[in-house]
């Protein structure tokens, strides 16, 4: 399986639009070569290098399969749908660090360059979480727990950024 996206590769600078410095909108992304037998995909994207520790910037799971990625600039709502090559997906997405729904761009302090793994499951359910944890909004942990023995497959994508 992997993540790429056509804004930033590898390793590389995150545009400024994906940040808080610029439009603060969520980049585009492809996924590719999902597993046979995953029923939906998860997304966490988050920072290790904060100075408070692991940042959290984006939570998004239930992903419908045959998602192939997604647009820039995803709706910041908790149930949103997108359009794809695929078709039209309906995706579920938690509160990031930030108390928002949806992606909180890189927004480091002034210092050395931050990296950002935007991280991709392959699930072999679809997640159930009660109406009250979608309504406050599922958070990486309580993802991440829920996930717990139900990863087919994991991998990542890491950009960089530094605000000048």
């Known amino acids: 399986m992997k993540i790429t996206s056509p804004s930033f590769g590898e390793g590389e600078i995150i545009p400024v639009n994906h940040t808080c410095d610029g439009k603060d909108i ?3 992304l492809i996924f590719s070569d999902i597993p ?3 029923k939906s995909l998860a997304l966490i994207c988050d920072d290790p290098d904060a100075p408070v520790g692991d940042w959290v910037h984006w939570v998004v ?3 419908s399969l045959p998602c192939q990625g997604f647009p820039e ?3 910041k709502d908790h149930t949103t749908t997108i359009k ?3 078709g039209v997906i309906t995706i579920r997405q938690g509160k990031n660090d930030f108390g928002r729904f949806g992606y909180g761009g890189p927004c480091p ?3 050395p360059a931050h990296r950002y793994y935007f991280k991709l499951y392959a699930l072999d359910i679809d997640l159930a979480f009660s109406e009250k944890d979608l ?3 599922v958070t990486k942990k309580l993802l991440l727990e829920q996930m717990k023995g139900h990863i087919i497959t994991e991998t990542s994508l890491m950009g960089k950024y530094q605000r000048k």
Do not use: K
Request: hydrophobic share 25%.
């Open 109 to 111: 302090p002034r210092g």
């Open 84 to 86: 794809d090559s695929a």
């Open 61 to 63: 799971f239930n992903i």
């Open 26 to 28: 969520s980049p585009p």
């Open 73 to 75: 600039n995803i709706s």
């Open 135 to 137: 309504e406050t909004g």
């Open 36 to 38: 046979p037998g995953a």
